[in-house]
């Protein structure tokens, strides 16, 4: 199965970018559809986007619609969010995860119990 290890974190103004990105090891990437999470402080972990198998759908939390894109490069065996215009209310640990669901090479997991397989998570802090 896969590790990931996310990069990309960071602090930055409100209004600005950031780019995270999630390096995968050790297993067959493009068979996991991907997911990004975020968990801030004294709050549940939740998705924030995901990804098919093959790269061509995708999910996005309606916080995050129109600001963030998550995209993936199976030759690579990465996944990406780029997340533009950001605001306090991003702050969080951002964690990838690949689902462990196998369904259509379409389906976008949209739910947390469907990935069972973590990153350590990255930092990412949004000053106003």
């Known amino acids: 199965q896969v590790q990931l290890v996310e990069s990309g974190g960071g602090l930055v103004q409100a209004g600005l970018s950031l780019r995270l990105s999630c390096s995968a090891s050790g297993g067959t990437f493009s068979s996991y559809a991907m997911g990004w999470f975020r968990q801030a402080p004294g709050k549940e972990r939740e998705v924030v986007a995901a990804i098919s198998r093959n790269g061509y759908a995708t999910h996005y939390a309606d916080s995050v619609k129109g600001r963030f894109a998550i995209s993936r490069d199976n030759d690579k065996n990465s996944v990406y969010l780029q997340m533009n215009n950001l605001e306090p209310e991003d702050t969080a640990v951002y964690y990838c995860?690949?689902?462990?669901?196998?369904?259509?090479?379409?389906?976008?997991?949209?739910?947390?119990?469907?990935?069972?397989?973590w990153g350590q998570g990255t930092q990412v802090t949004v000053s106003s």
């Open positions: 995860a690949a689902s462990t669901v196998r369904g259509s090479t379409w389906y976008t997991p949209p739910r947390r119990n469907e990935y069972g397989l």
